[in-house]
């Protein structure tokens, strides 16, 4: 990294997932979840099923696109529920929900699970490599005085100098471009129900990921990961202030 990774001992972090997708040149099968499932159940014990409705966001020949998907999928979980595997057809996601272990825990995990996944199958290419990182950022409100955006966020929505400044609601994005657009990132900032009522919450989405899906072979899927992090860190901290940092309880 271009700069000393922060740390934090209060986090915003609800949930993150890495995602590869497989191309289906992989020759995905109805035994791959319980074959694999025999080989992560210590650290996995739980087994369930889930029906999953997502949108994925993909590079298209006309640029960005959205699409929605449904699916069935089978669920793998920690003795604590707080980390899963989601396995599907040509699909492997691990998510970690709050509270988040830090990255030196969360990638083991993601590098054991992929590399039982490619003892099980001939993982051949991607579809889709993703890291996506989804922030409750809560601030605590000062009574009757009004909430200042720019004191907390870098990344913020711009009004200009004819229209009110205090807003009500909004929801505002943009997809960042990196190593001449072969990943791509989508930041996403928008209001939350705060769960303290006393605070003013927002929600801060990052989805990282590779959209040109030839560049990426199966055994350089981790050293991805591994950078997509880095940027996903250095995202995150250019859309924060100081303020926010002292929220988060900055460790120097």
Same mark, same amino acid.
């Given at each position: *990294?271009? /700069?000393?990774?922060?740390? =934090?001992?209060?986090?915003? &972090?609800?949930?993150a997932?890495?995602?590869?997708?497989?191309?289906?040149?992989?020759?995905w099968?109805?035994?791959?979840?319980?074959?694999?499932y025999?080989?992560?159940?210590?650290?996995?014990?739980?087994?369930e099923?889930?029906l999953?409705q997502?949108?994925?966001?993909? /590079?298209g020949?006309?640029?960005? %696109?959205?699409?929605?998907?449904?699916?069935?999928? !089978?669920?793998?979980?920690?003795?604590?529920?707080? &980390?899963? &595997? /989601?396995? @599907?057809?040509?699909?492997?996601?691990?998510n970690?929900?709050?509270?988040?272990?830090?990255?030196? +825990?969360?990638?083991?995990?993601? %590098?054991?699970? =992929?590399?039982?996944?490619?003892?099980?199958?001939?993982? +051949?290419?991607f579809?889709?490599?993703?890291?996506? =990182? &989804?922030?409750?950022?809560?601030?605590?409100?000062?009574?009757?005085?009004?909430?200042d955006?720019? +004191? =907390?966020?870098? $990344?913020?929505p711009?009004?200009?100098k004819?229209?009110?400044?205090?807003?009500? $609601?909004?929801? *505002? @994005?943009?997809?960042?471009?990196?190593?001449?657009?072969?990943?791509?990132?989508?930041?996403?900032?928008?209001? !939350?129900?705060?769960?303290?009522?006393?605070?003013?919450?927002?929600?801060l989405?990052?989805?990282?990921?590779?959209?040109?899906?030839?560049?990426?072979?199966?055994?350089?899927?981790?050293?991805?990961?591994? *950078?997509?992090?880095e940027?996903?860190?250095?995202?995150?901290?250019?859309?924060?202030?100081?303020?926010?940092?002292?929220?988060? *309880?900055?460790? +120097?």
């Amino acid at each position: *990294m271009s /700069q000393k990774s922060r740390k =934090y001992s209060n986090p915003p &972090i609800i949930e993150a997932v890495c995602e590869f997708r497989l191309n289906p040149e992989s020759k995905w099968d109805l035994t791959i979840p319980g074959i694999l499932y025999e080989k992560v159940n210590t650290e996995f014990p739980h087994k369930e099923t889930r029906l999953i409705q997502e949108t994925v966001i993909k /590079q298209g020949p006309e640029g960005t %696109e959205q699409q929605l998907r449904t699916s069935e999928r !089978a669920v793998f979980l920690t003795q604590d529920r707080r &980390i899963f &595997i /989601q396995i @599907g057809p040509n699909l492997l996601a691990v998510n970690s929900l709050k509270p988040y272990p830090t990255w030196e +825990k969360f990638k083991p995990r993601i %590098e054991n699970v =992929y590399k039982a996944l490619t003892e099980v199958m001939d993982v +051949k290419s991607f579809e889709r490599l993703g890291l996506r =990182y &989804i922030n409750r950022i809560e601030i605590p409100q000062e009574p009757n005085k009004r909430f200042d955006l720019e +004191k =907390y966020f870098e $990344f913020r929505p711009y009004l200009g100098k004819k229209l009110p400044t205090d807003l009500d $609601f909004f929801s *505002m @994005g943009c997809v960042l471009k990196f190593f001449d657009e072969r990943d791509l990132c989508s930041v996403r900032l928008r209001n !939350a129900v705060a769960e303290n009522k006393a605070n003013t919450a927002f929600l801060l989405d990052m989805d990282y990921f590779l959209a040109k899906s030839s560049d990426v072979p199966a055994s350089e899927a981790m050293n991805w990961v591994e *950078m997509a992090h880095e940027k996903v860190e250095e995202i995150f901290e250019g859309c924060i202030s100081d303020k926010l940092r002292e929220i988060f *309880m900055e460790i +120097k």
